[in-house]
């Protein structure tokens, strides 16, 4: 048992610094909403397939446009992404309200980057997947080390004297009141990491996809107007652009039983007008535990 302690204590001291580091980046994140101050950051979304086609194709104009991501409850504000890595946000009337050429130069863009890739990308990702795991395990491990002193538990916002022995007693009460948000909020974290974990806790995801007898020109308006029809209780949710020669264009869904904000639903038209359709209420429960991890 002390080995154990010794343990949890030297591995905490320095991965916690680090899982320290994703949960404050997360909960800045959070709350975005609430400090970037950009005219029509307010705004209702308001879907218009005509707007939004328009926005499309002045902004492909003006470079390589990637995808965009609609305005929502949260931030009223339709986010452009260009091929270099710029982008800009604009208001649903189309006006742009902001612009930028590096990620550097808006803090929820670098905030993002740091809490799901430690700007190191995939590199990063699996860092913080190892992460994650490490926060389970010293969750596990510090409910051995408080039962055996169970019978001392005093629940406490703060330490009752800055101290060691207070100290240690209040970390190991109050991680024992919040073990079950702790182990959910990282158990999930590394479900979305790690495809291998996520497979032996729900199982094999499958979502089954439809092809639609129909060929439609593979334009913004035409692929959208599809969308709307196909899914009418679904929000328009993000619109993919295509990379390289072959790529279709994408449009992502959100349906109301869906809690991702981005949504699992979502319509392809390839160049020469195929339609493809995956809807996410064919998913079996797999990928329904899944999306709601």
């Given at each position: ?33 609430e ?23 002045a902004?492909s104009?003006?470079g ?54 430690l700007?190191?990308?995939?590199t ?23 039962w ?6 005093k ?8 101290a ?27 479900m ?17 996809k ?8 593979p ?34 869904l ?26 996410a ?5 797999s990928a329904?535990?899944?999306e709601?991890?």
């Amino acid at each position: 048992m002390r080995s154990l302690s010794v343990i949890h204590r030297w591995a905490g001291g320095f991965i916690g610094f680090l899982l320290a580091l994703l949960g404050l980046s997360g909960a800045v994140l959070v709350w975005k909403s609430e400090w970037i101050t950009l005219t029509g950051i307010g705004d209702a979304p308001v879907e218009n397939v005509g707007r939004i086609a328009a926005i499309t194709e002045a902004a492909s104009a003006r470079g390589q446009l990637s995808r965009i991501t609609f305005a929502d409850d949260e931030i009223g504000l339709h986010q452009l992404v260009f091929a270099d890595g710029s982008g800009a946000y604009v208001r649903q009337n189309g006006l742009v309200v902001d612009q930028w050429t590096t990620q550097w130069e808006r803090p929820e863009l670098w905030l993002f980057d740091l809490h799901h890739h430690l700007f190191a990308g995939e590199t990063g990702k699996i860092v913080t997947g190892i992460a994650g795991a490490a926060g389970l395990l010293f969750v596990i491990t510090g409910a051995i080390l408080w039962w055996r002193n169970r019978h001392s538990f005093k629940p406490r916002l703060l330490p009752a004297r800055l101290a060691p022995g207070p100290i240690v007693s209040h970390h190991r009460d109050l991680g024992f009141l919040t073990m079950p948000l702790l182990t959910v909020s990282m158990l999930t974290g590394v479900m979305m990491i790690f495809g291998p974990v996520r497979t032996m806790l729900v199982g094999a995801e499958h979502r089954p996809k439809q092809i639609i007898g129909m060929a439609i020109r593979p334009g913004a308006a035409e692929v959208l107007a599809l969308a709307k029809s196909h899914f009418p209780d679904a929000e328009l949710r993000r619109l993919t652009l295509p990379s390289g020669p072959g790529d279709p264009v994408v449009v992502r869904l959100r349906r109301p039983f869906e809690w991702t904000p981005n949504g699992r639903t979502q319509i392809s038209v390839a160049m020469d007008g195929k339609v493809t359709v995956e809807d996410a209420a064919g998913a079996n429960r797999s990928a329904w535990l899944s999306e709601k991890a």
